[in-house]
């Protein structure tokens, strides 16, 4: 079975400007998350995505916006980008209800904002 | 508010020997915990989890142990492997959920 991907894996861009980031889940899993990873803050969720309704949102501002497709894919969007952006993007899949509540990482969006 | 504590930045230990990574939580509503590994420039990777009612889960060289009264939870490697060298996450979560983590530890196996 494939795992989580995402693309692209390295993005560059200016402040002001805004980005789209994409998640192909695990086939089945319906939940996809997002997560933020920066050096000072660790890892930090941004939202959860089940059957294309966002079922629960982090403690990010308005910029940061999500959404899922009928065929369980995602995209996150961050409009304004700021410096304080530049951070890993790290999207999860897994099934609700397993066991354990295992998420499953794909590699990670690197977005360097200059 | 971090719910979930990672109080070692880092660890070294020889190869052959114990690794033992511990983490601390404060929200007593947790029912899951689960342990990731990270290499630099890739995504975390499930490890090992252990729910709320249990108190040790075991996959090979990998033990996690949770003692629910001290909110507090350790992951057990025996023996440690060079290739065991990375950055370990605890995690937490309800039934369903975002998970919440800790902010790691350097693990570095010696040869």
């Known amino acids: 079975k494939a795992g989580v991907t995402q693309t692209p894996r390295y993005l560059i861009k200016t402040r002001g400007q805004q980005v789209t980031l994409s998640c192909s889940p695990i086939s089945g899993h319906r939940s996809v998350s997002w997560y933020q990873q920066t050096p000072g803050q660790g890892l930090q969720f941004l939202f959860e995505y089940f059957s294309e309704t966002q079922r629960n949102k982090g403690n990010f501002p308005g910029r940061f916006s999500g959404r899922q497709f009928s065929n369980s894919r995602s995209e996150m969007n961050v409009s304004t980008l700021e410096l304080g952006d530049s951070a890993l993007y790290l999207c999860a899949s897994g099934v609700p209800g397993l066991a354990g509540n295992e998420q499953f990482f794909g590699p990670g969006t690197r977005l360097t904002v200059l | 508010d971090q719910q979930v504590k990672q109080n070692s930045p880092s660890l070294s230990v020889q190869e052959g020997r114990i690794s033992i990574l511990n983490c601390d939580y404060t929200n007593s509503m947790f029912d899951y915990f689960l342990w990731y590994k990270k290499y630099p420039a890739e995504g975390p990777t499930f490890l090992i989890s252990i729910s709320s009612i249990k108190d040790k889960n075991e996959d090979g060289r990998f033990t996690v142990f949770l003692n629910k009264s001290a909110k507090h939870l350790s992951l057990h490697i025996v023996p440690s492997q060079p290739g065991d060298s990375a950055v370990y996450f605890c995690?937490?979560?309800?039934?369903?959920?975002?998970?919440?983590f800790g902010k790691g530890t350097k693990l570095t196996v010696n040869p």
């Open positions: 995690a937490a979560s309800r039934i369903i959920g975002k998970l919440v």
